[in-house]
């Protein structure tokens, strides 16, 4: 290494043209990423109930009655648009996971079956409390 | 005293002890962002710069009661990524192979390659795509274990053994290429 940067950055330092962040700003940013990851794993849990009743909605048992009537009738009123917010609301909230703490250590593929399972079980604890 | 004490002192308020971690860092930063950027000394130089500034800004984010080296390693190897992306790699090799190697034989030992063909195995490395060239700088040349590779590369501690034994064979076979 050619040049001792050690005065340049001293120089900055006491000139104050770099100053250290508050020890308030790093509690803040890892409180917004933890309750971030809380509303959106909620958002997960509440369109996972959502795509349920609207399944429940077209009543496919009763649909497969009339045949291929019903499953047309099935494959037109299917909310996709839910089942496609699940997926994405799903995979932010695996990708957003795997950024707090030291979760990086863990595999990607555990940590997001953790939060499927997570997402199921909140879904049917909601749909037992709601009826 | 150890990084975490002169840190410790740090966010207490003694700033000048901030000049110590310098000392301690700047070499070995140096030679693990010019592994993996492979520009010029005075753009790494520049880099190496931008890791301290950056360090001592967050300084008060570090937790005393972890591995300071890991911390910094990790803020060396965002910025390094970033100026990567930004410049993309020169194909030329690094000079100064034995600056670069240090007294390290690991590796040469491990591939089965004799100390003259040292050169061939810095080009191979330089081959290798980053984040292979990124684990096999920081096992062998820095010294760094798995636990703290993980921590720097933010990689659970299983996938830095597959990368290593991957660089390893990609290693092994372009070496062949050099007889």
């Known amino acids: ?119 199921i079980v909140l879904t049917i604890v909601f749909s037992l409390i709601s009826r | 005293m150890t990084d975490e004490e002169v840190v410790r002192l740090i966010q207490n308020g003694d700033k000048e002890k901030f000049g110590e971690i310098v000392e301690r860092y ?16 005075e753009e790494v130089e520049d880099v190496v710069q931008e890791v301290f500034l950056s360090s ?47 007294n390290d034989d690991k590796l040469l030992e491990e591939l089965q390659i004799d100390k003259e063909k040292e050169e061939s195995v810095e080009k191979a490395i330089n081959k290798l795509e980053l984040k292979y060239k990124e684990v096999v700088r920081l096992y062998y040349f820095d010294q760094k274990s798995y636990d703290e590779i993980s921590d720097i590369l933010r990689i659970p501690t299983g996938n830095v053994g597959v990368l290593l034994f991957r660089a390893k064979s990609i290693l092994k076979k372009e070496l062949k290429k050099y007889g």
């Open chain 2, 26 to 41: 700047q070499e070995k930063l140096f030679w693990y962002v010019k592994g993996v950027i492979n520009q010029n000394n």
């Open chain 1, 1 to 119: 290494m050619d040049k001792n940067i050690r005065k340049e950055i001293l120089r900055k330092i006491k000139n104050e043209e770099v100053a250290m962040k508050p020890k308030w700003w790093f509690v803040l940013k890892e409180s917004l990423l933890r309750g971030g990851w809380i509303v959106l794993f909620l958002t997960g849990v509440l369109l996972m109930s959502l795509t349920v009743y609207f399944v429940k909605r077209l009543n496919p048992t009763e649909l497969w009655e009339f045949g291929s009537l019903g499953a047309e009738v099935f494959i037109q009123d299917f909310p996709y648009w839910f089942v496609a917010g699940v997926i994405i609301i799903f995979l932010s909230n695996v990708m957003l996971l795997s950024k707090i703490g030291e979760n990086y250590k863990r595999n990607i593929r555990i940590l997001g079956a953790w939060v499927a399972v997570l997402t």
């Open chain 2, 56 to 102: 001592y800004e967050n300084i008060l984010s570090f937790d005393c009661n972890k591995k300071f080296s890991s911390w910094i390693y990790r803020i060396a190897h965002n910025k390094a990524i970033d100026t990567f992306k930004k410049k993309r790699v020169k194909k030329e090799s690094i000079e100064d192979y034995d600056e670069f190697f240090g």
